[in-house]
Structures are given as structure tokens and as C-alpha cells.
């Protein structure tokens, strides 16, 4: 992969999540509403479409310890891909990174892309979700991903003393289901020396 200046226009804050108490969403959060993201992918969409002329948007990520968001755009067979990189809500438009090659972690099936004309929930309404499930996680991850063009979903990892929890939410209609499993990696524990 190598690095491209990306050309962007004005975007709203970015995202970042307070780590305190497990029960404040930031202002950060709050902010990047559903027209900020479609806002922030139109235009991600628009820088690439030389280098990327059948671009689709495969995914959305949202780091919130760092405040880190991926745009990950992919053309339809998934051959080619893009992570468009913003490290933090305070980072100028024009320092984000466009890293584009032949490789992309959502390699081997073609894509239709999200349609960002369904999605009505943002990650605020994940964040209170996960905070209605499990009071005391700290998130550590948020994912918007396509479903076979059926729906969109936010996929939400968390981290408490059980282990990191998961869950999934509806981004049409905001039902949120939390994984029936246990947590997804148990906290490591420790072991007696032999």
C-alpha cells in the first residue's frame, strides 16, 4: 500500500469516547451524527474515484479509546481497497491518510456497499445501547458493516470483567442485540508457575 494526499472538503468532528466512568458518552460521539457520516463518505467516495472509479463504502470504524476513524472503501469485487484514516477529531482534513492497494481485510466477496440512505442510527444510539446492556464496559470498537444489501448493522466490542462483550445493532431501526455467547475473549487469568 502507499500513502495519497486525500482531498477533502469540510467535515465535522471526528470521534472520541471519554474512557471514564462507563457512563458518559463525549461530545465527540454525540457529534458524529448519521449526516456527518454520509458527509465524511460522499467525499471519501469523491477523492477516490480516479483511482477507484466503481468505489463502494464496505465499512465505517470507530476506535474509542483513540478517537481513530476508518473509512474502508473497496471497489465492487473487492480486488482493490482503501482505509481512509482519521487519527483523531482534532487531525486538519488534509494530514488523513488514504492508504489504497490490491489488499483489503474485506477481501474475497464482491460488495454492494452500505447505503448510507438507510442508516438512521449513529454511534451515539450504540453507545447508549451498550451502556443499557453492560453499565461498566468501556468500548473498544464500532463497526458499520453491509448484511447483503438485506440491512446495515453496528457491530459494537466492549470490554468489562467478564471478558469483551459483543453486540449488534440495527442502523435502520436501532434494535440492539447483544451476543447470547460468552464474552468473545475471556480476561486472561492468571496460572500458577510450574
Not at 480516479?50 to 470504524?61: G, K
Not at 490490491?102 to 447505503?115: A, F, R
Not at 459494537?156 to 462483550?165: Q, R
Request: charged share 20%; proline share 9%.
Amino acid at each position: 500500500m502507499h500513502v495519497l494526499k486525500p482531498i477533502f472538503v469540510s467535515i465535522a468532528a471526528l470521534v472520541t469516547l471519554a474512557t471514564c466512568s462507563g457512563q458518559e458518552i463525549s461530545a465527540e460521539i454525540r457529534r458524529l451524527d448519521v449526516p456527518t457520516l454520509r458527509t465524511m463518505i460522499d467525499q471519501s467516495l469523491l477523492s477516490l474515484n480516479a483511482q477507484i472509479p466503481d468505489a463502494v463504502l464496505a465499512q465505517v470504524s470507530v476506535d474509542p479509546s483513540t478517537g481513530t476513524v476508518i473509512i474502508r472503501i473497496v471497489n465492487r469485487d473487492s480486488t482493490i481497497g482503501a482505509d481512509i484514516v482519521a487519527p483523531s477529531p482534532d487531525t486538519p482534513l488534509g494530514e488523513w491518510q488514504v492508504l489504497i492497494g490490491k489488499y483489503t481485510p474485506l477481501s474475497g466477496s464482491p460488495h454492494i456497499g452500505i447505503k448510507m440512505e438507510d442508516v438512521r442510527i449513529g454511534p451515539t444510539d450504540v453507545i447508549r445501547a451498550t451502556f443499557n446492556q453492560w453499565p461498566q464496559c468501556k468500548p473498544r470498537s464500532i463497526n458499520l458493516v453491509e448484511n447483503d444489501g438485506q440491512a446495515q448493522w453496528w457491530f459494537v466490542f466492549c470490554d468489562s470483567k467478564e471478558g469483551i462483550l459483543s453486540g449488534r445493532m440495527n442502523a435502520a431501526t436501532g434494535e440492539f442485540f447483544p451476543s447470547g455467547n460468552p464474552p468473545a475473549l475471556a480476561p486472561p487469568t492468571a496460572k500458577p508457575e510450574s
